[in-house]
T-cell receptor, first 114, second 114 residues
Framework: DQQVKQNSPSLSVQEGRISILNCDYT??????FLWYKKYPAEGPTFLIS?????DKNEDGRFTVFLNKSAKHLSLHIVPSQPGDSAVYFC?????????????FGSGTQLTVLP | DVKVTQSSRYLVKRTGEKVFLECVQD?????MFWYRQDPGLGLRLIYF???????EKGDIPEGYSVSREKKERFSLILESASTNQTSMYLC?????????????FGSGTRLTVV
């Protein structure tokens, strides 16, 4: 049973428009949410994060929104650029006795069309 | 530039073989992780380690074991490779206490079991 779900395997948007990537989670114990970006033949790299006590975090063109009551978060990219084309993974973590573990979603392939 | 290095980019092994996947990090990170990435399933945690000689099971440890004899090296072992272990394997490391935004991933090893 996937605790972090990305229901859209792919998304295409025009350059300059907004990209909205969505993610749902089931475990209310998650206290930190992140987005990672992955290009082909490379490992995922951290993009942006949000604590569960906040509802919005912004970093340049990237904004993450968290709706705890709906157990939903989204990543907005404005304006979208062709270089943003990649697989985006939503992830969530819980504080535990040992190392924090990240639970990832299945990913969304974003294609930004020039 | 900090790095997580995975020893092989591509690997082809026969069913029943014992397979070793090696991962080395040069960042003095306490935590190390092994994930596998499969289409539609995203990244799933196999094992992780928060200290030398320490290991904990992730979500899908069956058929795998790990070894961490030195802080910088984390090995994933497939005791008897099977075709359902054909996948992309990703190693990651992070500092103790990192909430997830400081994960550094390797470029991955594409393993094919025939």
């Amino acid at each position: 049973d996937q605790q972090v779900k990305q229901n859209s395997p792919s998304l295409s948007v025009q350059e300059g428009r907004i990209s909205i990537l969505n993610c749902d989670y089931t475990n209310s114990m998650f206290d930190y949410f992140l987005w990672y970006k992955k290009y082909p033949a490379e490992g995922p790299t951290f993009l942006i994060s949000i604590s569960s006590i906040k509802d919005k975090n912004e970093d340049g063109r990237f904004t993450v929104f968290l709706n705890k009551s709906a157990k939903h978060l989204s990543l907005h990219i404005v304006p979208s650029q062709p270089g943003d084309s990649a697989v985006y993974f939503c992830a969530a973590s819980i504080s535990s006795g040992s190392a924090r573990q990240l639970t990832f979603g299945s990913g969304t392939q974003l294609t930004v069309l020039p | 530039d900090v790095k997580v290095t995975q020893s092989s980019r591509y690997l082809v092994k026969r069913t029943g073989e014992k397979v070793f996947l090696e991962c080395v990090q040069d960042m003095d990170h306490e935590n190390m992780f092994w994930y596998r990435q499969d289409p539609g399933l995203g990244l799933r945690l196999i094992y992780f380690s928060y200290d030398v000689k320490m290991k904990e099971k992730g979500d899908i440890p069956e058929g795998y074991s790990v070894s961490r004899e030195k802080k910088e090296r984390f090995s994933l072992i497939l005791e008897s490779a099977s075709t359902n272990q054909t996948s992309m394997y990703l190693c990651a490391s992070s500092l103790y206490g990192d909430r997830g935004h400081g994960y550094t991933f390797g470029s991955g090893t594409r393993l094919t079991v025939v």
